[in-house]
């Protein structure tokens, strides 16, 4: 690289491996003095990304990266007579098909010959990851345009969502100039390192799309084992519980009983929270005797942190795509209540 | 990522004379209309007087990556790692690991300088429970694989594709 005449270069001397630290640099200096589009720009914009996933028909492959692990799946989606449909098949690892339509989210292990349904919630699927009311998004976030890129061989504008405290994570997401159809996010820690990236490696329109496409490829399934989710809420939890450490902005979206081979003992009551962009669960079990030596982690490779420990007579868990310090304060701020009788 | 590395290498060796005529003026169109390929051009220029200058001082970085380092979380890995165990490194690369972790330590101390928000120490309502050990030395927890797993499955925003089924890995009730 260029230092002009002197005699070396600079990607002689630090080698190529300073590119990319050069870009984030470049990226990082650009962000912070990018500024935030006007609500209602944000709010349109916004609006045109969740438009765009959710009534565009398109196809193409994507994969989910997080530090060295990489998985790829390949996505069908359309709007039909209304309704829309999407069709995910995993293409690495053991099989797995994901279908949703108006009704429900499918997800098939033909391994097992099981069937996981989930019904009462919208779960995001790349690349529909923003929801009404786009308004969540800016009490939390900045939203502003920080310059172009090229996915999947398009050209994309960059759209930084930046955390307005240390409580979250930022995202950006990359959405084609001409279909605002997102064709890569990026989840950053606090230092702007990548977290874990969704991103297209070829995607095409495809309108109109036959439904046949995207039904599931299981037509035995009739027989398998189905497992229904989210599983109801315990009929009466003998204690209450609060989070006086609840980030600003996130709310409770769902609450269930839960068990798991791997954690025998009484069902864990799981609630989820979520600000619209990033969520966490909160675990919460009576102990049986057992004691637990309280842990905190960042997980390594995904945006995921994790702590675990005790409140009275009770084992809590914190997991999820939040900041590591985070999770500590929500389980080390949680009370549990016994209820009296 | 702000730019295609390609870019950055074309810009490089435009810099060292050695880009070829049919990209260079391609690259210098560029430089007109992109404002991140301008910054690009005066951080490479930046850089590499800094190289040249041997009349800085002695920057003492290396001690401030070294704190910095010593002042990270642990990292606690889940299961096995897949990863192949690490090769030596030869001269090359170590330069270049040091070079990329001295531009790391530059972006922690910007992101650092330019964003308010949770304090060093973030105010944790007290429970009347002992604050958990430090954290643990390479100790993996084997609960954690399962609860990511049910995390991903339950929470409707992260990508639970990427979940197996096992029966450890499968909530119901």
């Known amino acids: 690289m260029g230092t002009g005449k002197a005699g070396f270069s600079i990607l002689k001397v630090l080698g190529k491996g300073i590119i990319p630290v050069i870009g984030l640099l470049i990226s990082g200096v650009g962000q912070a003095g990018s500024e935030p589009e006007p609500v209602g720009e944000s709010l349109s914009l916004l609006s045109r990304l969740s438009h765009a996933a959710h009534d565009q028909s398109y196809r193409g492959t994507y994969v989910v990266q997080r530090g060295s692990e990489m998985e790829s799946s390949k996505i069908l989606h359309a709007r039909i007579h209304g309704e829309e449909l999407t069709r995910i098949e995993v293409l690495d690892g053991r099989p797995r098909e994901i279908t949703r339509d108006g009704k429900e989210t499918r997800c098939y292990y033909p391994v097992q010959h099981k069937i996981r349904i989930e019904k009462g919630y919208t779960r995001h699927l790349f690349p529909a990851l923003i929801e009404v009311p786009y308004e969540q998004y800016l009490r939390y976030y900045d939203v502003s345009q920080v310059g172009m890129n090229r996915v999947a061989g398009r050209e994309c504008r960059r759209i930084l969502l930046r955390a307005r405290d240390r409580q979250r994570f930022d995202h950006e997401f990359c959405a084609d100039v001409d279909t605002d159809l997102i064709l890569k996010a990026v989840t950053y820690d606090q230092h702007h390192e990548p977290l874990e990236t969704l991103l297209f490696t070829e995607v095409s329109e495809d309108d109109p799309m036959s439904a046949e496409l995207l039904k599931p490829t299981y037509p035995d399934s009739i027989q398998w084992k189905k497992v229904f989710f989210p599983p109801p809420v315990a009929d009466h939890l003998s204690y209450q519980w609060d989070i006086q450490a609840l980030p600003p902005g996130f709310s409770k979206i769902l609450q269930m009983s839960i068990q798991s081979t791997a954690v025998p003992g009484a069902p864990f009551e799981h609630l989820v929270f979520s600000d619209g962009l990033s969520s966490f669960s909160v675990f919460i079990r009576p102990l049986q005797g057992e004691g637990f030596r309280p842990v905190q982690a960042r997980i390594q490779s995904s945006a995921l942190s994790y702590y675990s420990g005790t409140v009275g007579q009770h084992r809590i868990v914190v997991v999820g795509e939040v900041p590591q310090e985070v999770v500590t304060a929500i389980g080390q701020s949680m009370t549990i209540t016994e209820e009296t009788h | ?173």
């Open chain 2, 1 to 173: 990522m702000v730019m295609e590395d390609m870019e950055l290498e074309r810009l490089s060796a435009a810099m060292d004379g050695e880009l070829d005529d049919e990209n260079l003026p391609r690259l210098l169109g560029g430089c007109r209309h992109d404002p991140d390929l301008q910054q690009s051009w005066h951080a490479f220029h930046l850089i590499g007087e800094t190289l040249r200058d041997s009349r800085l001082p002695p920057a003492r970085l290396h001690s401030r990556i070294a704190q910095a380092l010593k002042d990270e979380p642990t990292v606690l890995v889940p299961g096995k790692s897949s990863m192949a165990p690490p090769l030596p490194l030869d001269g090359v690369s170590q330069r270049r690991w040091l070079a990329m972790a001295a531009a790391i330590a530059v972006v922690v101390l910007t992101t650092a300088l330019l964003r308010p928000g949770l304090p060093n120490n973030p105010v944790i309502a007290q429970n009347g429970q002992s604050a958990p050990a430090a954290i643990e030395n390479g100790v993996s927890d084997k609960d954690i694989q399962t609860f990511v797993a049910l995390h991903r499955q339950g929470s409707p925003l992260s990508e639970f594709q990427t979940v197996d089924y096992t029966p450890q890995t499968i909530a119901q009730r």
